[in-house]
């Protein structure tokens, strides 16, 4: 398997166990004192989110031929993106998870009111989400126009097929998002993520062919964008 197809997998599979624990007993668990959290979002927050940024750097270290490509006032430039990207994201997720168990456990959830609900609302809904969307698309532009600079030409007709399945697997993350939150932030962040995917990928000099990892974000984005239209709006 390519190593960007190792990686990609690694994506899915971290999107399957996000899947998989907020099924799980961890859900049920409170922590003391205070009831401060649940280990659902201790675990998402130490360990799952942590795993799911750690795969990008590892992109950025395939895409950027073994950061290579970094040594360069752009690259550095790029680089600097990424990890603002990466930190805003993580940043985002922190304060959706802490403010949503707090909306969800103190607050009437139907009902919006007060000083402190309200804030948890906000905080869970908008803002965290907000500079969660903004982190992903930061990190993401890097890595597209690295990809422009390192084009992969060893991929094959199994390679897409692989690549494929898990831009799929992941489209499913985005259509949960944007098609069933409650606002429509994760929409906007679909619908702007996809100009600006497709946009970089029509403008780059290189066949489509060699720009593996952009065709991936774009199959991602497409499909997760126009499944969640239909649903929004059928």
């Not at 979002?41 to 970094?70: G, R, T, Y």
């Not at 990190?139 to 600079?149: Q, Y």
């Not at 097929?161 to 939150?181: H, K, P, S």
């Not at 290189?206 to 065709?215: A, D, E, G, I, N």
Request: glycine residues 6%; aromatic residues 16%.
């Amino acid at each position: 398997m390519k190593r960007l197809n190792l990686l990609l997998t690694l994506t899915s599979l971290t999107v399957l166990l996000v899947t998989v624990e907020r099924f799980s007993p961890t859900t049920k668990i409170i922590l003391q004192p205070y009831s401060f959290l649940r280990l659902h979002e201790v675990v998402q927050m130490l360990v799952i989110i942590l795993l799911s940024l750690l795969i990008p750097f590892f992109i950025l270290k395939h895409l950027s031929n073994n950061f290579e490509s970094l040594k360069t006032k752009r690259g550095t430039m790029l680089a600097a993106l990424f990890i603002i990207g990466i930190y805003l994201n993580a940043t985002g997720n922190g304060v959706h998870e802490v403010a949503s168990f707090l909306f969800n456990n103190f607050c009437d959830t139907k009902v919006v009111a007060g000083g402190f609900c309200g804030s948890a609302f906000f905080n869970d809904y908008y803002f965290g989400n907000i500079v969660y969307f903004i982190g992903a698309i930061l990190f993401t532009v890097p890595l597209i126009l690295f990809e422009r600079s390192n084009p992969e030409k060893s991929f094959r007709r199994n390679d897409w097929i692989v690549l494929e399945i898990n831009a799929i697997v992941y489209a499913l993350t985005i259509f949960a998002y944007a098609g069933f939150d409650r606002v429509l932030v994760g929409l906007w962040y679909s619908i702007i993520a996809t100009i600006i995917i497709l946009f970089l990928l029509f403008t780059s000099k290189q066949k489509f062919k060699y720009l593996p990892f952009t065709v991936y974000s774009a199959i991602v984005y497409i499909l997760g964008t126009a499944a969640s239209l239909l649903v929004r709006f059928h």
